[in-house]
């Protein structure tokens, strides 16, 4: 199995509801990355998993809670959401050091 | 300040012909230099990765060169089709870093 798996592929959100966005991969990989992307724009990092602790946070809004409860699994919690969030959200995983790093088809959020 | 800059921005090209996408990047130390295709709404596919020591590589009709005095690398799509519209990004990784450092891509439509 060669491939980050993430769901849901598409979501909407009202801006009171709570959301959590699934990834998975079972290539053996121990660091696991999630990103957002707006249209037209280069994914931003927001954060990366090592051995399943988070090692980078990159100063993410709280409403935004990553989980990864194993090696080959990683959550985000969404809560409280704006409209200015909706965007592609992407998950990628790789050996620790960035090597075969590999990324999911991502999930399409609107908050509205 | 890691930057990494590709040109053009945006390319239309004719079905059949060929073209060639420039990155240049100032990260150092450097690891490794990725391109990858993105398909609009889609997670980014990895198309080449190069090490310091590699100056080219080739994945069907998608060829990437790399000239890491320069800091140069540029990808070349040989007999384009209409299934290759999509992003073109290049990614730069910094020695011992999990990040990556995107470029802004570039926008190729092929025409029939």
């Known amino acids: 199995d060669t491939e980050v798996t993430q769901t849901p592929k598409h979501l909407v959100m009202g801006m009171t509801n709570k959301k959590s966005l699934k990834c998975e991969q079972h290539m053996g990989h121990r660091a696991m990355y999630w990103y957002k992307q707006k249209a037209k724009k280069p994914p931003e990092l927001m954060f990366v998993?090592?051995?399943?602790?988070?090692?980078i946070n990159e100063s993410v809004p709280s409403r935004f809670s990553p989980e990864c409860p194993n090696s080959s699994l990683l959550n985000l919690h969404l809560h409280a959401l704006q409209p200015e969030d909706s965007a592609l959200y992407l998950c990628?995983?790789?050996?620790?050091?960035?090597?075969?790093?590999?990324f999911g088809s991502g999930t399409r959020l609107t908050v509205v | 300040k890691n930057q990494v800059e590709q040109s053009p921005q945006s390319l239309i090209i004719l079905e059949g012909k060929n073209c060639t996408l420039q990155?240049?990047?100032?990260?150092?130390?450097?690891?490794?230099l990725r391109w990858y295709k993105q398909d609009t709404g889609r997670g980014p596919v990895s198309l080449t990765i190069m090490t310091f020591s590699e100056n080219t590589k080739s994945n069907g009709r998608y060829t990437a060169t790399l000239d890491a005095d320069t800091k140069q690398s540029s990808l070349h799509i040989t007999a384009s089709q209409l299934s290759d519209s999509a992003s073109y990004i290049c990614?730069?990784?910094?020695?011992?870093?999990?990040?990556?450092?995107f470029g802004t891509g570039t926008r190729l439509l092929v025409s029939p």
């Open positions: 990628a995983s790789s050996q620790v050091g960035a090597i075969g790093y590999t």
């Open positions: 998993y090592s051995y399943e602790k988070l090692s």
């Open positions: 990155c240049n990047y100032t990260v150092s130390p450097f690891s490794n």
């Open positions: 990614v730069v990784s910094e020695t011992g870093f999990q990040k990556l450092v």
